[in-house]
C-alpha cells in the first residue's frame, strides 16, 4: 500500500568566492510512503550506469523506507534475483547489449511470475512495447519523464495497477498483435481482434494485462472474452 507525505527539497550551490550558500527551497513534492510488511525493495536493471544510479537516488528519495538496488547488466540482474528473490519491484531498461529488456522479462517471470516488472525506455515504439506488455510487463515508463511523473509511475505499478501513459496509448492503440488473417477468421465467426485477445490469454496474461496490451478498456476485454466463449 501506499500513502503519500509532502516533502520539501532544498538546494544550495557555492558562491563566487566558494562558500556554500544557505540552503533555498525548491518547489513541494510528494513523497509516497510503502505501507507493505517490510522495507520497498527495487531492482534497476539498465546498462547506462548513470541512468540506474540516478532512478536509485530518485526512488530512495521519493518513497520512505525505499532500498533500491542498481545492476548494470540482465545477467547480473538474474544472478542477484538467484540469490535475492525478495524485490517488490523491477525496473529494466528495453534496449541492453547482450541480453536484452524483453528477454530478461520473460526469464524473470519465469523464475518469480509474482514480482511486478515494468520496462524503461528512451525509446517509444509501439510494437516493441505492446510485445513487453504482452510478455506480462506491468507497464511502460518513459525515460522522458520528470521526477513527480517518474514516481507516480513507479506508485501505480507497486500499487498493482498497470501503468501506461496517455501519449503511448495513442501512439500504439491501431497495431495489431497479429499478422492479418480476416478472412481466414471470419470462416470460424472471430474478428482479429478477438484473435488478438484469444493469443494474449493464451500466454497467462489477465484482463488488466491484455487491456493494456491492446490500448482498451478492460471492459472492451470482458466484452470480446463473452463474444468469445457464448
Same mark, same amino acid.
Given at each position: 500500500d501506499l500513502a =503519500? /507525505?509532502? /516533502?520539501l527539497h532544498y538546494w544550495s550551490r557555492p558562491s563566487r568566492s566558494g562558500r556554500r550558500q544557505a540552503p533555498r527551497p525548491m518547489t513541494p513534492v510528494t513523497k509516497l510512503c510503502w505501507r507493505g510488511p517490510h522495507d520497498l525493495r527495487v531492482l534497476v536493471v539498465d546498462d547506462h550506469r548513470m541512468f540506474a544510479e540516478g532512478l536509485q537516488l530518485v526512488v530512495e528519495e521519493m518513497f520512505d523506507g525505499a532500498v533500491c538496488v542498481p545492476t548494470f547488466s540482465a545477467n547480473q540482474a538474474l544472478a542477484l534475483l538467484d540469490s535475492r528473490p525478495d524485490f517488490d519491484l523491477i525496473l529494466v531498461d528495453i534496449n541492453m547489449p547482450g541480453i536484452d529488456g524483453i528477454s530478461f522479462l520473460k526469464t524473470a517471470l519465469s523464475r518469480g511470475p509474482d514480482i511486478p516488472i515494468a520496462v524503461l525506455s528512451s525509446v517509444e515504439e509501439p510494437r516493441l512495447i505492446q510485445q513487453a506488455m504482452a510478455e506480462g510487463a506491468r507497464g511502460f515508463i518513459s525515460k522522458a519523464l520528470d521526477i513527480e511523473a517518474l514516481t507516480a509511475a513507479i506508485g501505480t505499478v507497486i500499487g498493482g495497477d498497470i501503468y501506461l501513459d496517455e501519449d503511448v496509448r495513442a501512439r500504439f492503440a491501431d497495431v495489431d498483435t497479429a499478422p492479418n488473417n480476416?478472412? &481466414?477468421? /471470419? &470462416?470460424?465467426?472471430? =474478428?482479429? &481482434?478477438q484473435y488478438d485477445v484469444l493469443v494474449l490469454m493464451n500466454k497467462g496474461l489477465s484482463n488488466k494485462q491484455i487491456a493494456a496490451a491492446l490500448a482498451v478498456t478492460e471492459r472492451t476485454i470482458k466484452f470480446h472474452v463473452g463474444a468469445l466463449f457464448i
Open positions: =503519500t /507525505a509532502p /516533502a480476416v478472412e &481466414r477468421l /471470419a &470462416r470460424f465467426g472471430v =474478428t482479429q &481482434r
